[in-house]
């Protein structure tokens, strides 16, 4: 049709855009190179500073030609004065500006504008944290602008009570921004920081209370917010996941909100025994092995310990000390030990551990640094003796959660549950309502527990593993605390889906294990924990190796019916544990290998009573 | 070239400039139609337009003079064949009705400034004064004639500048006159009223001189729209790179009026985030039921036992509490109770998918008013050679007696201009064509008031305020509030359109509302009622629109060949008169593309030999035969000089009769 505007063709735009290009290109190479001699010969010019601010506003992530800049900035403030400097350093601010339009998430540019900022004789922090706000207004999920931000904050000394103000704003304008909820977690507390009393519902260490009070409250509880504000933020972080429930940086904010507790550090379990000459403590967490010795006094010998042998994680819990021969074996004299247990992090403390009344001489060194507890332990004419710390109770699982009022807690569990019911296929709000449960009554609710975690599974299939470890996890906190109240050493956890074992250094006393008809596809490396094991019971699972028997001294039976164990390999490990006698290894596929038989008599010779 | 030396072909010819007629003389321009393109009237986009407050002025005069078409008209029967008829257009615009203006504030003495010498005022100040000042208790119901705004001799011309450069001696006094005139206006006007008393207020009261003197800062639309994000209107000026001639503001809340308060509307997110009246379980209620509208086609079993029944009912059965379903019924679908279940799902959808393209509401708003956006579209035509003639109509059509099809147009110049096919805007249509149709209307009223609706921190706001029928049967209201910042009314007052579908005349319509609304300020020797948050009216026009989008073309008796446009209807959305250009664009050019993006002037080949109207567009030197060929770039920078002009006019505040209005394709016709 006439009259129709004539266009180029694609191919001659093509061509057209190429050439262009071609032509940027030389440019920017020639620039580059003519930079790079210039460096070389260790000018520092203004010409070079030129040269860089076109090929910067052109490439802003070139980090060699960031340096030389520095270099020159650096030289030209030794010749200039300070007005000059000023200037020339506002200049440098403007010049970031562009570059910043060029690539806003561009890491060179960021940190050169913070080195800037700091070299600046009169910084203009308004100006700095205007420019923040335009940014995060066009992008409120830049990190390198969160990041500029907070130095620009830090070193402008603007209040926390408008910082808070500024999270107010970004978090409304939209809440799906973890910047923002994070930089919240980290002022409240700066802003309303919480009473160590009523941050600190815990019991006190039965044991030695006078001196591990005072060393526990400070750290523990420094990231706490005071109660008030707390309700404050839960009727926010409530209208976030309200309105979208399926956000989840609401979420991870409540979980802060909601507070996750260091645990009281102490030794929650020591035991010795005279026949393998060994003393085993155990900790409320894994210590560092390798750092520091366990002190057993009176006898003053300090022994260096060691973990369990699989791991190769210097941190462990718990703690195995072999004693020198002979030093309990005197089966007519009581023998009262002491562990101590110092968690080094200076090294000026090494002679302080020789005088006669140790705990009381640490605290008043360095209170902060040292924990110390002492378990008076009495081995008079028996072959075992043992001490635990009583705390091995509710609060020992309940860290997860660990709001300061359980009514508080029941609200939050109210709302949760209301939104669940309009919500009913929420994940976030599912989790939520199972952590809460347990924090409050983990026994009372453990029906309901499994049933959201059903619900789970079935919502987020995705994680599924994830939920069956959690339960699995749960379920076993559950049952160590009935046992617990029952004062038994047996531990049996039969049909209850358990896709993994943990918590097994609890179990440190126990001499008889059932873990039948569940899902688990190994017996881990922590089995060697249990010191006291004398029957394992694993029938009906989907085990195929056997690394957690592992020198088990009073191992006796173990019975592994109905499981996946193919490989002889795998049964090697048996041989560590010299007392064992009886295994049952039925509707295994390893019990159909032919001359398995003679096999194993081979290599697991103390077993007098194998069943194929 | 006048307009009485037109070319004699063309493609098409439109007349009115509508939006609906303007994005089809832009898109078949763009295919490479050759297309005449004329308005009787002396400014742009027929009821779609924006005037200033002295432009309104001039167009209520007009309407009081009975909607004269000025156009001269020349005996065209010499120009009929044998073999040939004719078919007259109607030279009377009745499309306006009940016009009504009511003037609520008075003079400030001390208003010296507006002392200056001056010609007489021909906009009769004493009309609006004497209203407010006189009978206080009629105000609202006593439209009379002399409340009327003004007679004068500024008729010959509106304010807005359609062809600044090209106008005659006559013209260019007129506008020299009208400047004048609102300087004597002010003067008289304080000479007057010397005595009323000083308002007692710390915000000084504008006084209706002041509106005249800062009577270009107004943008009136006579219609009121926004654009849906992604509504058809935003998606066109993207695709067509229209976009570009227009500047746009984000309306920056939603409004409704619940319980005798105004109060903010939570539908975005962020809103019902932050709502503080919402309880929590209601902002889970909304939001999952937002959620769903959003693709309310995949969940059919929802409300597929429902057709029958109406989207209000269908709100109460899925549990949302009352202030809710006022919410969703009222200000997020913004369809009556009565509305069916699927419509009421499908306006909610466009409301919520239009959320969050731009920002937290789902509409824009142009700056300088709506009525920038037909002539957007008139640019882009002209761009692509269209041309363009303002007061210039056309008189009859010359219909083929065998085929019934329309041949050619004899314009107001009694020349013959051939065409294929023929556009022509409702107004123009004869009683005789549109005999069984029936037409629907909208009420209208444009306020200027003192404060926004709902005061907050931010002072310069676009609200859109949904009114719920006040009483059962009456009409939901829908109000737009501009601020300044929309460079649509003069700083320190807002700009509020009312508008709703009729029952009745626009003041029984939509006086009810305004009234709980807005006050009347308080006049002379009255106390100011304290406490009355309620902004106050300084000027208020209600009048009536003709809304003929629901006429089906086949109630016209018109040739195949003619093409009906209606104007605007009373929603909020421009989408029929974007789906009414397109379907017509198709009939006139089919299988060609829709207002393809134009192309980037360097990929542009000039020196191809292409015919007349392609290589004069574009910025090659003009011969002087091919003058006609309309806007080219050269012009098309030319008025981007004066757009930047304007913009700079109004920081500075030094005002200029010749770049208060922008974005006027050039109307080669006035050039000489």
């Given at each position: 049709m006439h009259g129709r505007v004539k266009l180029k063709s694609s191919a001659q735009q093509e061509e057209e855009k190429r050439k262009e290009r071609e032509k940027k290109l030389k440019v920017y190479l020639s620039s580059r190179d003519a930079c790079f001699s210039k460096r070389k010969q260790g000018l520092l010019d203004e010409e070079a500073l030129q040269l860089t601010q076109q090929l910067l506003s052109a490439n802003p992530d070139f980090a060699t030609l960031w340096n030389y800049r520095r270099e020159i900035l650096l030289y030209l403030e030794t010749i200039r004065s300070e007005d000059e400097i000023q200037r020339l350093y506002e200049e440098e601010l403007s010049f970031l500006e562009i570059c910043l339009k060029v690539n806003p998430k561009s890491y060179g540019t960021w940190h050169h504008r913070g080195w800037v900022s700091t070299r600046l004789p009169r910084p203009d922090w308004a100006r700095e944290l205007s420019l923040c706000e335009r940014c995060l207004s066009l992008d409120d999920r830049n990190f390198h602008c969160w990041d500029y931000r907070r130095m620009v904050v830090k070193l402008s000394g603007v209040p926390v009570e408008q910082e808070l103000q500024f999270t107010d704003r970004l978090i409304g304008s939209n809440f799906s921004n973890y910047s923002s909820w994070h930089y919240r977690s980290t002022l409240l507390p700066l802003l309303h920081p919480g009473s160590p009393e009523a941050a600190s519902p815990r019991r006190e260490p039965p044991t030695s209370s006078t001196c591990s009070s005072p060393s526990a409250s400070p750290q523990t509880h420094s990231h706490r917010v005071c109660e008030e504000q707390l309700l404050k933020e839960y009727e926010l972080v409530q209208n976030a996941f309200f309105t979208d429930p399926n956000d989840q940086s609401a979420w991870f904010y409540y979980r802060w909100l909601l507070g996750r507790a260091e645990r009281e550090e102490m030794i929650s379990c020591v035991y010795v025994s005279r026949e393998g000459e060994r003393v085993v403590a155990a900790f409320s967490r894994p210590v560092n092995v390798s750092l520091h010795t366990l002190h057993l006094s009176p006898l003053v010998l300090a022994v260096p310990p060691h973990s369990f042998q699989h791991s190769c994680h210097p941190l462990s819990s718990p703690v195995i000390c072999d004693l020198p021969p002979g030093t309990i074996s005197d089966t007519s004299n009581e023998h009262n030990m002491t562990v101590h247990w110092t968690e080094r992090r200076?090294?000026?403390?090494?002679?302080?551990?020789?005088?006669?009344?140790?705990c009381v001489c640490v605290c008043v060194c360095i209170p902060v640094l040292c924990l110390q507890l002492t378990l008076p332990l009495s081995l008079s004419g028996r072959s075992e003796s043992w001490c635990r710390d009583s705390a091995t109770d509710l609060e020992l699982f309940r860290s997860e959660l660990s709001v300061e009022k359980s009514s508080v807690l029941q609200s939050e569990l109210q709302s949760c549950t209301q939104l669940l019911e309009l919500e009913p296929q929420n994940k976030w709000c599912l989790l939520t309502i199972i952590l809460l449960m347990r924090a409050l009554d983990p026994l009372g609710y453990e029906k309901e527990t499994l049933a959201y975690f059903q619900t789970l599974k079935e919502v987020d299939s995705m994680r599924t593993s994830y939920y069956s470890d959690l339960c699995s996890k749960f379920m076993i906190e559950n049952t160590i605390l009935k046992m617990e109240y029952a004062e038994v050493r047996v531990f049996s956890l039969c049909d209850k889906n358990l896709s993994t074992v943990c918590h097994l250094d609890q179990l440190l006393l126990v001499t008889h294990i059932n873990l039948s008809s569940n899902r688990l596809l190994s017996l881990p490396p922590q089995f060697a924990m249990l010191q006291c094991l004398e029957v394992l019971q694993a029938d009906d699972n989907a085990i195929e190796s056997l690394e957690g028997l592992y020198q088990l001294p009073r191992l006796e039976e173990v019975s592994l019916k109905n499981n996946n164990i193919s490989q002889i390999s795998h049964l090697k490990?048996?041989?560590?544990?010299?007392?064992?006698?009886r295994l049952d290894l039925r509707g295994n596929p390893i019990a159909q290998t032919a001359n398995i038989q003679s096999e194993l008599a081979e290599l697991v010779p103390s077993v007098t009573d194998l069943l194929l | 070239m006048a307009a009485d030396n037109l070319p004699t072909e063309f493609d098409v010819v439109i007349l009115g400039t509508g939006l609906s007629e303007s994005v089809i003389a832009a898109a078949c321009s763009r295919v490479g139609q050759r297309v005449l393109h004329v308005d009787r009237r002396t400014y742009y986009a027929g009821n779609w337009a924006s005037f200033t407050f002295n432009g309104l002025l001039s167009w209520i005069e007009e309407y009081n003079q009975g909607c004269q078409s000025t156009v001269e008209t020349v005996d065209w029967r010499d120009k009929v064949d044998s073999g040939e008829e004719i078919l007259l257009l109607s030279t009377v615009d009745t499309s306006i009705s009940n016009l009504e203006v009511f003037c609520y504030t008075s003079e400030e003495p001390e208003e010296e400034e507006e002392e200056k010498k001056g010609a007489a005022a021909p906009t009769s100040p004493q009309s609006p004064i004497e209203v407010s000042e006189g009978d206080k208790g009629n105000q609202a119901t006593s439209?009379?004639?002399?409340?009327r705004c003004p007679e004068g001799e500024t008729t010959s011309d509106t304010p807005r500048e359609g062809q600044p450069e090209q106008q005659d001696e006559a013209e260019s006094s007129g506008l020299a006159e009208e400047q004048q005139v609102q300087n004597g206006d002010g003067e008289e006007q304080s000479k007057e009223q010397p005595s009323s008393p000083a308002p007692m207020e710390a915000k000084k009261k504008i006084s209706y001189a002041k509106i005249i003197k800062e009577g270009r800062r107004f943008n009136i639309d006579l219609v009121s729209k926004l654009m849906y994000s992604r509504g058809l209107l935003v998606d066109l000026l993207i695709k067509s790179n229209v976009s570009r001639y227009a500047e746009f503001k984000n309306v920056n809340r939603i409004l409704t009026y619940r319980q005798g308060n105004v109060e903010q509307v939570p539908c975005s997110r962020a809103d019902v985030f932050g709502s503080k009246q919402l309880t929590v379980v209601e902002k889970r209620m909304l939001m999952k039921f937002l959620t769903f509208c959003l693709d309310y086609e995949q969940y059919p079993e929802e409300y597929q036992d429902f057709t029958e029944q109406t989207f209000w009912e269908f709100l109460q059965s899925k549990m949302l509490t009352d202030n809710l379903q006022h919410f969703v019924l009222h200000s997020i679908a913004m369809v009556p109770p009565e509305a069916r279940i699927k419509e009421g799902l499908r306006s909610t959808q466009h409301f919520l998918r239009s959320l969050?393209?731009?920002?937290?509401?789902p509409f824009l708003f142009p700056i300088y008013g709506l009525g920038e956006i037909p002539q957007c579209f008139c640019r882009m035509s002209a761009v692509f050679g269209g041309i363009y003639c303002l007061r210039h109509s056309v008189q009859c059509l010359v219909l083929d007696k065998e085929t019934g099809r329309c041949k050619a147009v004899i314009d107001t110049c009694g020349q013959r201009i051939s065409c294929s096919h023929f556009v022509v805007e409702d107004g123009y249509i004869r009683v005789e064509q549109r005999k069984g149709v029936e037409y629907r209307y909208i009420s209208r009223a444009v306020l200027i008031t003192d404060r926004s609706l709902l005061q907050s921190d931010l002072e310069q706001q676009i609200s859109l305020v949904t009114v719920p029928p006040l009483e059962p049967g009456a009409p939901a209201v829908r109000v737009v509030e501009l601020c300044s910042s929309t460079m649509t009314c003069m700083p320190g007052t807002y700009l509020v359109h009312l508008t709703c579908s009729s029952l009745g005349s626009a003041l029984e319509d939509l006086g009810p509302v305004v009234s709980k609304l807005f006050s009347k300020p308080p006049g002379a020797g009255e106390e100011d009622a304290g406490g009355d948050e309620r902004p106050a009216v300084l000027w208020a026009m209600y009048f009536n629109m003709r809304d003929s989008t629901g006429v089906e073309r086949s109630s016209y008796e018109l040739p195949s060949n003619v093409h009906v446009c209606s104007g605007p209807d009373a929603l909020l959305g421009s989408d029929h008169a974007i789906r009414l250009a397109e379907e017509v664009f198709h009939q006139l050019a089919p299988g060609e593309d829709f207002c393809p993006p134009a192309p980037n002037p360097e990929d542009i080949i000039y020196d191809g030999d292409g015919g007349q109207g392609e290589g004069s567009g574009f910025g090659k030197p003009v011969p002087a035969e091919e003058d006609t060929a309309g806007g080219g770039i050269e012009e098309e920078t030319a008025a981007k000089d004066k757009m930047e002009g304007s913009k700079k006019e109004e920081t500075s505040g030094e005002s200029s009769a010749e770049v208060c209005k922008v974005l006027h394709p050039s109307a080669p016709i006035t050039e000489e």
């Open positions: 200076t090294h000026r403390d090494c002679a302080l551990y020789t005088g006669s009344d140790v490990v048996l041989s560590t544990c010299p007392r064992l006698t | 439209p009379t004639d002399d409340q969050g393209r731009y920002g937290n509401t």
